[in-house]
């Protein structure tokens, strides 16, 4: 079992920056392949950014590129996102997740621990 638990979230303005982390305990953290998904009200959670087990490979969906960061401390089993020029549609919970196994995928599915999830508002 691997429990995360996300922090870091909040209201901000738009154009403003924001750093999400998330904690993990339980097993090895290095064994695990980690990602960040949102879910804004009345949608699907999707695919944020993720990162590999040795934070040699680091993905973005379009809609944050260029303005987020990933990255992992694996001393401190923490994975980090930060989150610059943001907008309103940046609103939603956002959940860290990890993943057992090879690949770091975009879908939901492809991982087995979640956390609670994080607020992020976004205002104009």
């Known amino acids: 079992q691997v429990q995360l638990a996300e922090s870091g979230g909040g209201l901000v303005q738009a154009g403003g920056s924001l750093r999400l982390l998330c904690t993990a305990s339980?097993?090895?953290?290095?064994?695990?392949?980690m990602a960040w998904f949102r879910q804004a009200p009345g949608k699907e959670r999707e695919f944020v950014s993720g990162?590999?087990?040795?934070?040699?490979?680091?993905y973005y969906a379009d809609s944050v590129k260029g303005r987020s960061t990933i990255s992992r401390d694996n001393a401190r089993n923490t994975v980090s996102l930060q989150m610059n020029r943001l907008e309103p549609e940046d609103t939603a919970i956002y959940y860290c997740?990890?993943?057992?196994?090879?690949?770091?995928?975009?879908?939901?599915?492809?991982?087995?621990?979640w956390g609670q999830g994080t607020q992020v508002t976004v205002s104009l």
């Open positions: 990162i590999s087990s040795s934070g040699l490979s680091i």
């Open positions: 997740a990890a993943r057992g196994r090879a690949l770091v995928p975009t879908n939901m599915d492809g991982y087995e621990y």
């Open positions: 339980g097993r090895t953290f290095t064994n695990y392949n």
